[in-house]
């Protein structure tokens, strides 16, 4: 039995790896920019800010360790930098990205686009100066001619700026010299370029000081990454709505526990009665019905007099003054906790009752239970100690799902409900597009449900002393 924990375990720590890289590398697709979006409080401009300046961005891109490698090595093609990961801000990587696999040649590329950022620069300097509709057009042309990467667009583009520039005395003023080196450097690219390192590999090794790595590190060691909204620990963002999330998803499972076990085991004595078929249409009634559906119904007509009864708190979870007692606070947690709890636990209970009935309905036709009945046996030792127990299996089945349950199972609640667990701050975090917040939640309930398939397989050699370790 050891030697199989040891065997799981390491699979499990396999296992969760390949999640952490599956979820790392959607991290690092997803749309926004980070820091951008810190800087903004969630919400992403869609591309670099002009009133974020250079020093906040790589100031903020520094804290989140966002200047360092994605992992710990890179192969692509020969004619990408491997220092691609220094270059801000990310809307810039991705535009470098689309130059070089156009044209190939990194070096002169990197030229020009300094030459425009300068350039681009020197533009919003003068326009605080000076009043002028072709300074705009000047900056929106050259903004334009970043994002075009085939030469029929470019060409047109880059004659537009030359065209602006010398027949504007202003801009031929200030931007005459730039102008013409921008061109000289645009002419290079187009002069020199060579498509021939795209199809040779190329092999970078950046050591444990990468994103990845820093990632792993902080979700051992429990602080779960930074939020980059609220910029703080994941961990403490977490810490309250964990614990209520917890504390609602366990008293709803208790009680579809409770409530099936014995509605279960009652109906497989009785198959095929009243009882069982009444049971049986009730459960694939409440089974079918949506969850959200009746939580939303729930809260119009138990939570107010205007269409039903005022007998629940609506939303939230109440509030009192730090000053009152245990007692008074548990009392006003539990009446807001009440609805929410219901709502889960039906369609818990539907789910279980199912399992149990089928189960025990398969134990009790067994050739050992009709002889303990004929050894004298009273029917509630053959039905609790030899049939229950031997129908536990899909109730074990179960705790894979259970543990994950408990702190990623009821998102759509409350949303409903407006309680601030697990499933709030998730969808919250979605919205703002704080992903370290959104996969801290996710490496949760992958490791969650690894250590629940592990205790389902020990829970059932301790249950059945016929299952064996392989």
Known sequence: MLQYILKRLLLSIFTLWVISLIAFGISQSAAGDPVEISLNKGEDTGGYSDVLSQEAYKNTARSFGLDKPSFYFSLAPAAY??????????????????????YGNWDDISVFLQQGQA????????????TA?????????????????????????????????????????????????????????????????????????????????????????G???????????????????????IQMN???????????????????????????????????FLYSIPTFWIATMALIFLTTNEYGLDLFPSLGLGTVSDEASFWTKLGTRLRHLILPVLCIAIGGLAFIVRQVRASMQDVLQQDYIR???????????????HGFRNALFPLITLIANILPALVTGSIVIERIFNIPGMGFVTIDAIFQRDWPVV???????????????????????ITDPRVKFK
């Open 81 to 102: 930098p491997d220092t691609l990961y220094r270059i801000f801000p990310k809307s810039n990587r991705q535009l470098v990205r689309q130059w070089i696999r156009q």
């Open 119 to 130: 350039l681009e620069r020197k533009i919003n300097s003068v326009a605080n100066r000076y």
């Open 133 to 221: 509709d072709s300074l705009i057009q000047l900056r929106n042309t050259y903004r334009r001619l970043k994002f075009e990467y085939q030469e029929d667009k470019t060409a047109p583009l880059m004659n537009r700026m030359t065209g602006l520039v010398s027949q504007d005395s202003l801009l031929q003023a200030h931007f005459a010299g730039d102008m013409a080196s921008l061109r000289q450097s645009y002419e290079a690219i187009q002069e020199k370029q060579d498509r021939s390192k795209l199809h040779l590999p190329s092999f970078s090794w950046y050591g444990f000081d990468n994103q990845y790595h820093n990632w792993v590190k902080s979700m051992l060691s």
């Open 223 to 245: 602080e779960m990454g930074i939020s980059y909204v609220e910029k703080r620990p994941v961990s403490k963002k977490l810490n309250e709505a964990i614990w209520i999330t």
């Open 250 to 284: 366990l008293l709803a499972l208790l009680l579809a526990f409770v409530l099936a076990i014995p509605i279960g085991v009652y109906a497989a004595r009785k198959r095929g009665q009243s009882f069982d078929r009444t049971t049986t249409l009730l459960l694939f």
């Open 371 to 385: 002889t303990a009945r004929a050894k004298g046996l009273s029917e509630k030792k053959v039905i609790w100690r």
């Open 439 to 461: 996969y801290a939640v996710l490496m949760i309930g992958a490791v969650l449900t690894v250590i629940g398939i592990l205790l389902t397989d020990i829970l059932y050699a």
